[in-house]
């Protein structure tokens, strides 16, 4: 288990507000609007701004802090971007009957990182399941799919995210 | 020409988008006018990225394709090396009894008039000429029932909703589907989106809900995708929207995504994501029925559990309830994962035994080493030793051997399995995705995996421990995720001790 | 609910989740055959049948969750063991709290929580008073068996620094939070969010990680309005008062009634020793039924603050520093001087103030002292400042004087109607009942010239806002009162059988009258016609509707009929007489009704019987053996203009700083300086002491015994918890002061002024003490026709017959805006401190509000170069100050708003000596204003500084 | 005690009553009878008998009907 790092919130993105007003005019009226919004926010800037919050919880009649409660409670909402590249390896059982531990150390002395980590342009984190379990292991670059993760194809993802 | 490739996200994950593109472009080089129609996949997963060639015979099969081998094609495909010949005569897939997923695999999945010309449609169009109070009564005759794991017969389930009185209603479905070893609800949206807005169309007219949602987790965009753009479709051609078909009925529908927590498969803390809520789960009662979105009245129901409504209302609950054994009626499509020769989507009867589907269905372990172990129902079901191959299928004989068959779907592991580490990992992955609300779940979850390191290391106090832990997450938690990690933790403990005792060689 | 170790008088314990009310169920557990309402949990079902099921997310303030899983029950033909909180009664269920299996399984759930908590529980302040140090002990545990893993409370751990740590929060004054502590019960989210409707908390992370969070830096810097619902609600020391850090945990409790607003809370005062420990909200109270704000809860430290001033003194002269003498010289000066003033310039040359901070038996000696012992009906109260037209207005249309509801009445609303009143800062346990209705549905109508939060109430349903200019009350609700008339939506039956027919008639055909229309005024009002019509729709269209107000109706021109207005408006849609409608007046003070009931004005005795009423007098004449002026007196400004004039000469003023608090400083200056007797009677050195003789030192509310009337008619008990600091409590220095000049006086206790009250005034007949202490309160009218109080008023027809409608027309303030003054000044509170900040201003509150600042839109301040923060002049025709600028649009552009907390600042120097037509209550709410940038201070302010120091002087001790 | 105030402060009683149906002189006579100290409706008699400059007519009228002060 890994406590959520801290990292310093980044400054604020440019046309925040603009950016987050027209994100809820797009839902207004919409019942329990709050995760759409917060994908859409994540979307745009790579994570949801705190300095989104306030306006959030006006348009939605919340407090911040049930704002801040739902951002912190899902792992996809995050506060700070993650890195161009995000790779994420499939830790579920599936994976691991076809020797997932073993795809997790190559693919870490690959990139030479450890998952959970953010390096450079990279981040690597777990995923559990992405229903490629008939073809595992299973990993997500980007928004790529990758199944039967094998040598060659770890071999290419470390090319394609050192490029 | 017209050459099938599929647009799975399983096939696209082995490579099926680039065969495509060879496709198209062997085509051109060759001068071959070739209409290629992207389906949903067969389910052989091993085979994908699976080719179909539609021939007089029927479609003829190739795979697994890799670009390289596309060219061959269109030279003499009986003699290509991929070549499998006729699709449905493949034994996997001919073994089957595909109701649910008849389509899956076979139309583009987008393509609304294909759907009506394989027999789309029928159950809907039965439904809105019919009162609610019989729809329901047809879903209850079926001895349909919940699909997600709890098997909840669905017919009760409407018939609350129905009678309860309210402004608004809602359909749920729960298309969160987070269980290791399971696609089909990811196979059915991307393959067959129709029949699933089809079913959640049907319950809505049984019980007076207008509106619906479909809760699908983020893990899949392929399936959300897919499911945006057939509901956009089907709301464009009247199939749902303010007047179902033409009828007095109105059914909206919308497409909502989860954000990385899998405890929102549990009906509850999806009722409260949905709402915008920290995914928690909820005290029952009240039951979501009578108190759920919004605290209204709202049906729950699995991708699966909706999807077959539309099979029963074409075909009537009879030749549904004609299939199956006990009080498992109908067909559970299984999903055959992890270590396994013939990996994929196996739809059938209830009642087939755990044996055949591992061996002579699946074909036994990918790496060829003997079976040792095979969890069922995802990370809170139990490792079944090869001694339980003689299970049948069902939901009263796997919950008789301490077991469930969730979401049907099923991870074989070869001897090289360590059990205490799989042990240990169905209380990390507890302590990862716990919601945190009950105590017993999200203090118990640690503490499990460090009592767990505590066994590797060979302290001897640390085994009744997690005995004891066990059984106050078994029974304190307050949903499936707490209470049922105990199983795959338990099963292991009592099938496979050897893995439990002291090791010498100690972790690394 | 901390309650398991001083069981409080009328002590009832938690029963783990609240009461509901359906048809009874019939179930046994472990046995014992139990009958409840349908609905209620087996953990409260076994509660009434005497079984204590262990838990601890649970408690009967909050709906249960099932976090803990401490509660597990066993039930026959159910499976598992669910929780008894969140599992409901059903008929013939048979439920089992104590088995081997459940035994287990508790030890196995404590195991878990304590292997996450730090074993100090010598050293921490809930030693003793800790539901988890109870559970632990009730379910046997004996071992922890984990080893240290993973844990939130070691600061390190193998030598690295523990990751999952979060250090004590100390930012609130009042209270601490330590996260090492927190058992994660989610119990202090669910009081901020049910209970208090803040949602200030919220759980950060989870699984594991589930952490409290404010969202925010710390306590301090989040929307936490420091209520104490929280650090009620939780079972542990992590979320702890400090003075129980400090001190230690209370060993006697006494319940009493806050002194500072109209709502009037019970709360338990928990001693140790003479020592006050903390004050608890009391769940046994009515009207807050648990539940306290900042103030009440925590605001209780001016009460021993150091200012306090303990021994009488004397001074010939207001430009000679104060002596301090003995009680004896001090009523020995008195009297001297008010017999010399009584010879030279008669009996109507001397007055008094009674308090409304004071109780109903201080208010009516103060009163009969006027008016038995001076001889004059010159008694006035503060009262006249604030809610004197809701006694105008509703005696006039109803027949009394008050609201027509209780507190409990709001859980029936559907619609409430808040106009001129700001709940959430000026009666804030009563908005937070209020909120909890808004959330299950209720709609809302606010007529204010500000946004007020009560329109930010988190998930609020259908609301509207009528930003109406200020002054313009009467307008809005007579254009109200015309879309109701003309498009039919008036209750006819009712008022067919309740209300006068020809005065209906009369008035249905004034406001038909195309001028009243919404589009009408529209102009005049600034709120969009369209607006005006929803909102009377709405209000006409619900169940229950109800009316709530405070000063921003009453305190204007046109005050009273703006009262009239909103009576009209209750009756015209048949809103009086039952649960959840009704008109409420909001009152500001604590005992802003008692000291009216008491017959604090100058036109009518105790019970609100007039002076010229000869009947009335004679009872009192009986009991006091004096003859009675049968004229009115002079109500304050009165007093004050006859000062000038030469003609009024002494002022007894109890706990009421007039100079402060009421309008136009200058005049009220000028009024006092020209008499020569003034006796200030309070806790401080306030302000109107600058200009007194006399000063004699008051007692604060927990000194003393008596009873306070709130908004709701309530009569609470007011108990002593320690001695009068300065030996005498206030209602005894009343009667020395009377028998110094004669009068033989011989209360002994309260009670017996009760006694006098109850024999004299008929509302009043059936009130003793002894029916207090038994029933806890209760709402007059009290007597044998209602010998158990009156909840709700006018259930069967009003008070005074039938009900009166009378024209309400518009009548624009005198006070009007130009080039001069082109702003309109508006005043109100906020949460934390208290009217003039006496108080308030003493206790660690000030960090929330240390000085008053000026709000204004951004447009008007644009114009004006005005930025956030700047200084700028405040100007009327009448005075000027200067304070800091806030930006912000919750005021409407032409708008201006402020707070009167702070003496330096001195709003009251801009406001007027405008007032009610019918009462003179001051027009406080309305004044033409010019804001411009300063660089500080005026000089006015620095002059009165240096004045107000001068005159505080008190000479050294010898 | 300014006549000033005494005179705008009987104004504004009038004001009231002046829209009233009914008893308008009587209604502005009672409220200060009621209300009023014996030496404020002095005041305020006085000034009428000097003429009533800037009293307003119903004032004027109503003054019959106001009690003056009983010698004290």
Redesign the interface.
């Given at each position: 288990m890994s406590v959520a790092a801290v990292t310093a919130p980044p400054a604020p993105p440019a046309h925040l507000a603009e950016t987050v007003a027209a994100v809820l005019a797009a839902h207004a009226g919409r019942e329990g609007a709050l995760l759409p919004i917060l994908h859409d926010l994540q979307a745009e800037f790579g994570y949801v701004p705190g300095e989104s919050y306030d306006a959030i919880a006006a348009a939605l009649r919340l407090s911040r802090a049930e704002v801040a409660g739902v951002v912190g409670f899902y792992h996809d909402f995050r506060a700070a971007p993650a890195a161009r590249h995000v790779i994420k390896l499939c830790r579920a059982e599936a994976c691991q009957a076809m020797g997932g531990a073993a795809t997790q150390a190559r693919l870490e002395r690959a990139l030479g990182m450890k998952l959970g980590e953010t390096q450079g342009n990279v981040t690597l984190e777990a995923v559990y399941c992405l229903g490629l379990c008939a073809c595992a292991p299973a990993a997500m670059v980007g928004d790529r799919l990758v199944g039967r993760l094998d040598d060659s194809a770890i071999e290419a993802i470390a090319e394609e995210v050192r490029a | 020409m017209k050459i099938y490739v599929p647009i799975d996200a399983a096939a696209r994950a082995c490579g099926a988008d680039m065969v495509a593109a060879a496709v198209v472009s062997a085509a051109a080089l060759k001068g071959i006018e070739v209409e290629l129609i992207r389906t949903g996949s067969r389910g052989m997963v091993w085979l994908e990225p699976l080719v179909e060639i539609e021939t007089p015979a029927g479609r003829t099969a190739f795979g697994p394709m890799t670009p390289a081998d596309v060219p061959a094609l269109f030279d003499a495909p009986e003699s290509h090396p991929k070549a499998l010949g006729l699709t449905e005569e493949i034994p996997f897939l001919k073994r089957q009894t595909r109701l649910t997923f008849a389509r899956c695999g076979v139309i583009d999945p987008l393509d609304l008039a294909a759907y009506e010309a394989t027999g789309g449609m029928a159950g809907l169009r039965r439904a809105v000429a019919t009162k609610p109070e019989e729809v329901v009564d047809e879903i209850a005759a079926s001895g349909l029932r919940g699909r997600g794991g709890a098997g909840f017969p669905t017919g009760i389930k409407w018939r609350t909703v129905l009678h309860a009185k309210a402004p608004q209603k809602y359909i749920v479905c729960n298309a969160d589907e987070g269980d290791s070893g399971s696609f089909a609800d990811r196979m059915l949206m991307e393959g067959d989106p129709f029949t699933l807005i089809e079913g959640m169309a049907i319950a809505g007219i049984a019980t007076g809900a207008t509106k619906g949602f479909v809760y699908i987790r983020s893990e899949y965009p392929d399936a959300i995708r897919v499911m945006r753009e057939a509901t956009r479709i089907a709301t464009r051609e009247g199939m749902i929207g303010a007047s179902v078909l033409g009828s007095a009925h109105g059914f909206d529908l919308e497409i909502r995504v989860g954000a990385g927590a899998y405890v929102c498969g549990e009906e509850t803390s999806l009722l409260n994501s949905l709402e915008g809520k920290r995914g928690v789960v909820r005290a029952k009662p009240p039951l979501p029925a009578l108190q759920g979105f919004m605290g209204r009245p709202t049906v729950v129901n699995n991708v699966l559990s909706l999807a077959a409504v539309p099979w029963i209302m074409a075909n009537g609950a009879q030749a549904y309830h004609d299939i199956g054994v006990g009080r498992s009626r109908g067909t559970i499509p299984l999903q055959i994962a992890g270590n396994v020769k013939f990996g994929g989507l196996f739809e059938t009867g209830f009642g087939i035994t755990l044996g055949e589907i591992v061996n002579d269905i699946g074909g036994g372990t990918a790496s060829g080493r003997p079976v040792k172990a095979v969890q069922v129902g995802g990370p809170l079901g139990a490792y079944h030793p090869v001694s339980d191959f003689n299970l049948a299928f069902c939901y009263e004989e796997f919950a008789g051997q301490g077991g469930l068959i969730g979401h049907a779907g099923l991870v074989v592991h070869d001897e090289a399995a360590d059990m205490l580490s799989l042990a240990r990992f169905a209380m990390e992955f507890c302590a990862v995705e716990s919601c945190g609300k009950c105590t017993p779940c999200r203090i118990g979850a640690v503490r499990g995996v460090e009592t767990l390191d505590r066994v590797r290391a060979g302290d001897a106090a640390a085994l009744p421990l997690i005995e004891d832990l066990c059984e106050t997450m078994k029974l304190g938690s307050l949903c499936a995720l707490g209470g049922f990690t105990p199983y795959p933790v338990l099963s292991a403990l009592r099938n496979f001790p050897e893995d439990f005792m002291p090791q010498q060689e100690a972790a690394e | 609910m901390k309650d398991l170790i001083i069981p409080p008088k009328g002590w009832t314990k938690d029963m783990g989740t609240p009461e509901r009310t359906g048809k009874p169920v019939h179930l046994t557990i472990d046995g014992v055959a139990i009958t409840v309402p349908a609905g209620t949990s087996v953990m409260r079902a076994a509660a009434e049948a005497g079984i204590t099921i262990p838990k601890l997310c649970a408690t009967d303030s909050l709906e249960?969750?099932?976090?803990?899983?401490l509660c597990?029950v066993e039930i026959d033909g159910h499976r598992?063991?669910p929780?008894s909180c969140?599992?409901?009664v059903t008929e013939g269920m048979q439920v089992h709290t104590q088995t081997d299996?459940l035994a287990?399984?508790r030890k196995?759930?404590m195991?878990?929580?304590i292997?996450?908590h730090p074993l100090d529980c010598l050293t921490c302040a809930a030693n003793g008073d800790c539901e988890l140090q109870d559970m632990a002990g009730a379910v046997g545990l004996r071992e922890v068996?984990?080893?240290k893993?993973?844990n939130h409370f070691e600061v390190r751990a193998n030598g690295e620094t523990n990751?999952?740590y979060i250090p004590k929060d100390s930012s609130n004054p009042y209270f601490s939070y330590d996260p090492a502590k927190c058992?994660?019960c989610?119990r202090c989210v669910r009081a901020c969010e049910e209970v208090q409707g803040?949602?200030?908390?919220?759980?950060?992370?989870?699984?594991?990680?589930?952490r409290i969070?404010?969202?925010?830096p710390d306590f301090l810097a989040?929307?936490c309005v420091s209520c104490g619902a929280c650090v009620q609600a939780c079972p542990t020391a992590t979320l702890v008062e400090k003075s129980v850090e400090e001190i230690g945990t209370p060993e006697r409790s006494v319940v009493t009634t806050c002194a500072y607003c109209g709502v009037g809370c019970s709360f338990e005062a928990q001693m140790r020793g003479d020592q006050l420990v903390r004050m608890v909200p009391w769940k046994g109270g009515q009207a807050n039924r648990g539940h306290s704000c900042v103030k009440g809860r925590f605001a209780y430290g001016y009460a021993s603050h150091r200012d306090r001033i303990l021994n009488p003194m004397i001074r010939e002269a207001t430009d000679q520093p104060w002596r301090e003498v003995s009680w004896d010289e001090a009523l020995a000066f008195t009297a001297g001087r008010l017999n010399a003033i009584r010879e030279t310039y008669?009996?109507?040359a001397l007055g008094v103030i009674t308090s409304s901070r004071c109780t109903n038996e201080e208010t009516f000696l103060v009163q009969k002292l006027a008016r038995a012992v001076f001889g004059t009906?010159?008694t006035d109260t503060c009262a006249r400042v604030c809610h004197s037209p809701t006694g105008y207005g509703l005696k006039q249309t109803f027949g009394t004087s008050a609201g027509t509801q209780n507190f409990d009445s709001v859980e029936k609303t559907d619609l409430a109607l808040v106009i001129g009143a700001n709940p959430t800062d000026g009666h804030p346990v009563f908005a937070s009942r209020l909120r909890k209705r808004l959330r299950a549905g209720a709609k809302l109508i606010v007529i204010d010239p500000r946004r007020i939060d009560l329109l930010?109430?988190?998930?609020?349903g259908d609301s509207w806002h009528l930003p109406l200019r200020p002054g313009t009350n009467v307008a809005v609700l007579t254009a109200m009162a015309h879309v109701i008339v003309t498009e039919n939506l008036t209750d006819q039956t009712f008022i067919a059988e309740r209300c006068d027919l020809d005065e209906w008639a009369?008035y249905a055909e004034f406001v038909r009258n195309p001028d009243y229309a919404p589009e009408a005024v529209e102009g005049l009002t600034g709120v969009p016609a369209g607006l005006i019509r929803e909102a009377a729709r709405a209000y006409a269209a619900a169940p229950n509707a109800a009316i709530y107000y405070g000063l921003g109706v009453t305190e204007h021109?046109q005050g009273?009929?703006t009262v009239i207005a909103i009576a009209n408006l209750a009756m015209m849609t048949g809103n009086i007489g039952r649960e959840g409608v009704g008109v409420n007046p909001l009152r500001g003070q604590n005992n802003v009704q008692g000291s009216c009931d008491m017959g604090s004005f100058?036109?009518e005795l105790p019970g609100y019987r007039?002076v010229?009423d000869d009947a009335a007098r004679a009872i009192f004449e009986r009991a006091w053996g004096v003859t009675l002026?049968?004229?009115?007196?002079?109500?304050i400004p009165?007093m004050l203009?006859?000062a000038v004039?030469g003609?009024f000469k002494a002022l007894y003023i109890q706990g009421e700083d007039i100079l402060q608090s009421d309008p136009d400083t200058r005049h009220v200056a000028a009024g006092l300086a020209a008499m020569d007797c003034v006796i200030v009677h309070d806790l401080f050195l306030n302000e109107t002491a600058n200009h007194a003789h006399v000063f004699l030192p008051g007692s604060s509310f927990l000194e003393k015994d008596g009873t306070f009337t709130n908004a709701e008619r309530r009569i609470n008990p007011v108990r002593r918890v320690m001695a009068p600091k300065a030996r005498y409590a206030d209602w005894e220095v009343t009667q020395l002061l009377a028998n110094a000049l004669g009068a033989g006086w011989s209360y002994t206790h309260p009670r017996e002024i009760m006694a006098e009250i109850a024999a004299t005034t008929p509302g009043f007949a059936n009130v003793t003490y002894e029916m207090l202490d038994a029933r806890g309160s209760v709402q007059w009218p009290c007597n044998d026709d209602a010998p158990e109080g009156s909840p709700i008023m006018h259930i069967d027809g009003f008070v005074r017959g039938k009900g009166r409608f009378?024209?309400t027309?518009y009548?624009p303030t005198e006070e009007r805006t130009g080039p001069r003054f082109p702003l309109l000044l508006t005043t109100g509170r906020i949460l934390s401190q208290y009217n003039v900040g006496a108080q308030t201003r003493r206790t660690e509150n000030v960090v929330w509000h240390d000085q008053d600042v000026l709000e204004i839109h951004p447009h008007d301040a644009e114009t004006r170069g005005v930025k956030e923060g700047d200084w700028v002049r405040l100007a009327s025709r009448a005075g000027e100050t200067s304070l800091r600028a806030r930006i912000t649009d919750r005021v409407s552009p032409g708008v201006v708003y402020t707070t009167f907390h702070h003496p330096d600042t001195q709003a009251n120097v801009v406001t007027t000596?405008n007032s009610d037509?019918?009462?003179?209550c001051p027009e406080y709410k309305v004044t033409a204003v010019q804001v411009a940038l300063s660089n500080g201070p005026s000089a006015w302010q620095e002059s009165y500084t240096a004045q107000a120091n001068a005159a505080r002087r008190i000479e050294a001790a010898e | 005690m300014t006549e000033n105030k005494l005179v705008r402060m009987a104004n504004q009683i009038a004001t009231f009553f002046e829209i009233q149906p009914s008893d308008r002189a009587a209604n502005v006579a009672a409220h200060i009878n009621d209300n009023w100290s014996p030496p404020m409706r002095a005041g305020l008699l006085d000034h009428v008998a000097q003429g009533g400059d800037g009293l307003s007519p119903l004032v004027l009228e109503a003054a019959a009907m106001i009690r003056p002060a009983r010698a004290s």
């Amino acid at each position: 288990m890994s406590v959520a790092a801290v990292t310093a919130p980044p400054a604020p993105p440019a046309h925040l507000a603009e950016t987050v007003a027209a994100v809820l005019a797009a839902h207004a009226g919409r019942e329990g609007a709050l995760l759409p919004i917060l994908h859409d926010l994540q979307a745009e800037f790579g994570y949801v701004p705190g300095e989104s919050y306030d306006a959030i919880a006006a348009a939605l009649r919340l407090s911040r802090a049930e704002v801040a409660g739902v951002v912190g409670f899902y792992h996809d909402f995050r506060a700070a971007p993650a890195a161009r590249h995000v790779i994420k390896l499939c830790r579920a059982e599936a994976c691991q009957a076809m020797g997932g531990a073993a795809t997790q150390a190559r693919l870490e002395r690959a990139l030479g990182m450890k998952l959970g980590e953010t390096q450079g342009n990279v981040t690597l984190e777990a995923v559990y399941c992405l229903g490629l379990c008939a073809c595992a292991p299973a990993a997500m670059v980007g928004d790529r799919l990758v199944g039967r993760l094998d040598d060659s194809a770890i071999e290419a993802i470390a090319e394609e995210v050192r490029a | 020409m017209k050459i099938y490739v599929p647009i799975d996200a399983a096939a696209r994950a082995c490579g099926a988008d680039m065969v495509a593109a060879a496709v198209v472009s062997a085509a051109a080089l060759k001068g071959i006018e070739v209409e290629l129609i992207r389906t949903g996949s067969r389910g052989m997963v091993w085979l994908e990225p699976l080719v179909e060639i539609e021939t007089p015979a029927g479609r003829t099969a190739f795979g697994p394709m890799t670009p390289a081998d596309v060219p061959a094609l269109f030279d003499a495909p009986e003699s290509h090396p991929k070549a499998l010949g006729l699709t449905e005569e493949i034994p996997f897939l001919k073994r089957q009894t595909r109701l649910t997923f008849a389509r899956c695999g076979v139309i583009d999945p987008l393509d609304l008039a294909a759907y009506e010309a394989t027999g789309g449609m029928a159950g809907l169009r039965r439904a809105v000429a019919t009162k609610p109070e019989e729809v329901v009564d047809e879903i209850a005759a079926s001895g349909l029932r919940g699909r997600g794991g709890a098997g909840f017969p669905t017919g009760i389930k409407w018939r609350t909703v129905l009678h309860a009185k309210a402004p608004q209603k809602y359909i749920v479905c729960n298309a969160d589907e987070g269980d290791s070893g399971s696609f089909a609800d990811r196979m059915l949206m991307e393959g067959d989106p129709f029949t699933l807005i089809e079913g959640m169309a049907i319950a809505g007219i049984a019980t007076g809900a207008t509106k619906g949602f479909v809760y699908i987790r983020s893990e899949y965009p392929d399936a959300i995708r897919v499911m945006r753009e057939a509901t956009r479709i089907a709301t464009r051609e009247g199939m749902i929207g303010a007047s179902v078909l033409g009828s007095a009925h109105g059914f909206d529908l919308e497409i909502r995504v989860g954000a990385g927590a899998y405890v929102c498969g549990e009906e509850t803390s999806l009722l409260n994501s949905l709402e915008g809520k920290r995914g928690v789960v909820r005290a029952k009662p009240p039951l979501p029925a009578l108190q759920g979105f919004m605290g209204r009245p709202t049906v729950v129901n699995n991708v699966l559990s909706l999807a077959a409504v539309p099979w029963i209302m074409a075909n009537g609950a009879q030749a549904y309830h004609d299939i199956g054994v006990g009080r498992s009626r109908g067909t559970i499509p299984l999903q055959i994962a992890g270590n396994v020769k013939f990996g994929g989507l196996f739809e059938t009867g209830f009642g087939i035994t755990l044996g055949e589907i591992v061996n002579d269905i699946g074909g036994g372990t990918a790496s060829g080493r003997p079976v040792k172990a095979v969890q069922v129902g995802g990370p809170l079901g139990a490792y079944h030793p090869v001694s339980d191959f003689n299970l049948a299928f069902c939901y009263e004989e796997f919950a008789g051997q301490g077991g469930l068959i969730g979401h049907a779907g099923l991870v074989v592991h070869d001897e090289a399995a360590d059990m205490l580490s799989l042990a240990r990992f169905a209380m990390e992955f507890c302590a990862v995705e716990s919601c945190g609300k009950c105590t017993p779940c999200r203090i118990g979850a640690v503490r499990g995996v460090e009592t767990l390191d505590r066994v590797r290391a060979g302290d001897a106090a640390a085994l009744p421990l997690i005995e004891d832990l066990c059984e106050t997450m078994k029974l304190g938690s307050l949903c499936a995720l707490g209470g049922f990690t105990p199983y795959p933790v338990l099963s292991a403990l009592r099938n496979f001790p050897e893995d439990f005792m002291p090791q010498q060689e100690a972790a690394e | 609910m901390k309650d398991l170790i001083i069981p409080p008088k009328g002590w009832t314990k938690d029963m783990g989740t609240p009461e509901r009310t359906g048809k009874p169920v019939h179930l046994t557990i472990d046995g014992v055959a139990i009958t409840v309402p349908a609905g209620t949990s087996v953990m409260r079902a076994a509660a009434e049948a005497g079984i204590t099921i262990p838990k601890l997310c649970a408690t009967d303030s909050l709906e249960p969750i099932g976090s803990c899983r401490l509660c597990m029950v066993e039930i026959d033909g159910h499976r598992g063991t669910p929780a008894s909180c969140t599992t409901p009664v059903t008929e013939g269920m048979q439920v089992h709290t104590q088995t081997d299996q459940l035994a287990r399984l508790r030890k196995g759930v404590m195991e878990l929580y304590i292997s996450d908590h730090p074993l100090d529980c010598l050293t921490c302040a809930a030693n003793g008073d800790c539901e988890l140090q109870d559970m632990a002990g009730a379910v046997g545990l004996r071992e922890v068996r984990y080893q240290k893993g993973e844990n939130h409370f070691e600061v390190r751990a193998n030598g690295e620094t523990n990751p999952r740590y979060i250090p004590k929060d100390s930012s609130n004054p009042y209270f601490s939070y330590d996260p090492a502590k927190c058992i994660v019960c989610m119990r202090c989210v669910r009081a901020c969010e049910e209970v208090q409707g803040t949602f200030a908390l919220t759980i950060e992370g989870r699984g594991f990680d589930a952490r409290i969070s404010t969202a925010a830096p710390d306590f301090l810097a989040s929307g936490c309005v420091s209520c104490g619902a929280c650090v009620q609600a939780c079972p542990t020391a992590t979320l702890v008062e400090k003075s129980v850090e400090e001190i230690g945990t209370p060993e006697r409790s006494v319940v009493t009634t806050c002194a500072y607003c109209g709502v009037g809370c019970s709360f338990e005062a928990q001693m140790r020793g003479d020592q006050l420990v903390r004050m608890v909200p009391w769940k046994g109270g009515q009207a807050n039924r648990g539940h306290s704000c900042v103030k009440g809860r925590f605001a209780y430290g001016y009460a021993s603050h150091r200012d306090r001033i303990l021994n009488p003194m004397i001074r010939e002269a207001t430009d000679q520093p104060w002596r301090e003498v003995s009680w004896d010289e001090a009523l020995a000066f008195t009297a001297g001087r008010l017999n010399a003033i009584r010879e030279t310039y008669g009996r109507n040359a001397l007055g008094v103030i009674t308090s409304s901070r004071c109780t109903n038996e201080e208010t009516f000696l103060v009163q009969k002292l006027a008016r038995a012992v001076f001889g004059t009906n010159n008694t006035d109260t503060c009262a006249r400042v604030c809610h004197s037209p809701t006694g105008y207005g509703l005696k006039q249309t109803f027949g009394t004087s008050a609201g027509t509801q209780n507190f409990d009445s709001v859980e029936k609303t559907d619609l409430a109607l808040v106009i001129g009143a700001n709940p959430t800062d000026g009666h804030p346990v009563f908005a937070s009942r209020l909120r909890k209705r808004l959330r299950a549905g209720a709609k809302l109508i606010v007529i204010d010239p500000r946004r007020i939060d009560l329109l930010e109430t988190p998930h609020l349903g259908d609301s509207w806002h009528l930003p109406l200019r200020p002054g313009t009350n009467v307008a809005v609700l007579t254009a109200m009162a015309h879309v109701i008339v003309t498009e039919n939506l008036t209750d006819q039956t009712f008022i067919a059988e309740r209300c006068d027919l020809d005065e209906w008639a009369d008035y249905a055909e004034f406001v038909r009258n195309p001028d009243y229309a919404p589009e009408a005024v529209e102009g005049l009002t600034g709120v969009p016609a369209g607006l005006i019509r929803e909102a009377a729709r709405a209000y006409a269209a619900a169940p229950n509707a109800a009316i709530y107000y405070g000063l921003g109706v009453t305190e204007h021109s046109q005050g009273s009929t703006t009262v009239i207005a909103i009576a009209n408006l209750a009756m015209m849609t048949g809103n009086i007489g039952r649960e959840g409608v009704g008109v409420n007046p909001l009152r500001g003070q604590n005992n802003v009704q008692g000291s009216c009931d008491m017959g604090s004005f100058p036109h009518e005795l105790p019970g609100y019987r007039h002076v010229s009423d000869d009947a009335a007098r004679a009872i009192f004449e009986r009991a006091w053996g004096v003859t009675l002026d049968p004229e009115p007196g002079l109500r304050i400004p009165n007093m004050l203009d006859a000062a000038v004039g030469g003609t009024f000469k002494a002022l007894y003023i109890q706990g009421e700083d007039i100079l402060q608090s009421d309008p136009d400083t200058r005049h009220v200056a000028a009024g006092l300086a020209a008499m020569d007797c003034v006796i200030v009677h309070d806790l401080f050195l306030n302000e109107t002491a600058n200009h007194a003789h006399v000063f004699l030192p008051g007692s604060s509310f927990l000194e003393k015994d008596g009873t306070f009337t709130n908004a709701e008619r309530r009569i609470n008990p007011v108990r002593r918890v320690m001695a009068p600091k300065a030996r005498y409590a206030d209602w005894e220095v009343t009667q020395l002061l009377a028998n110094a000049l004669g009068a033989g006086w011989s209360y002994t206790h309260p009670r017996e002024i009760m006694a006098e009250i109850a024999a004299t005034t008929p509302g009043f007949a059936n009130v003793t003490y002894e029916m207090l202490d038994a029933r806890g309160s209760v709402q007059w009218p009290c007597n044998d026709d209602a010998p158990e109080g009156s909840p709700i008023m006018h259930i069967d027809g009003f008070v005074r017959g039938k009900g009166r409608f009378i024209r309400t027309a518009y009548v624009p303030t005198e006070e009007r805006t130009g080039p001069r003054f082109p702003l309109l000044l508006t005043t109100g509170r906020i949460l934390s401190q208290y009217n003039v900040g006496a108080q308030t201003r003493r206790t660690e509150n000030v960090v929330w509000h240390d000085q008053d600042v000026l709000e204004i839109h951004p447009h008007d301040a644009e114009t004006r170069g005005v930025k956030e923060g700047d200084w700028v002049r405040l100007a009327s025709r009448a005075g000027e100050t200067s304070l800091r600028a806030r930006i912000t649009d919750r005021v409407s552009p032409g708008v201006v708003y402020t707070t009167f907390h702070h003496p330096d600042t001195q709003a009251n120097v801009v406001t007027t000596d405008n007032s009610d037509w019918a009462t003179n209550c001051p027009e406080y709410k309305v004044t033409a204003v010019q804001v411009a940038l300063s660089n500080g201070p005026s000089a006015w302010q620095e002059s009165y500084t240096a004045q107000a120091n001068a005159a505080r002087r008190i000479e050294a001790a010898e | 005690m300014t006549e000033n105030k005494l005179v705008r402060m009987a104004n504004q009683i009038a004001t009231f009553f002046e829209i009233q149906p009914s008893d308008r002189a009587a209604n502005v006579a009672a409220h200060i009878n009621d209300n009023w100290s014996p030496p404020m409706r002095a005041g305020l008699l006085d000034h009428v008998a000097q003429g009533g400059d800037g009293l307003s007519p119903l004032v004027l009228e109503a003054a019959a009907m106001i009690r003056p002060a009983r010698a004290s």
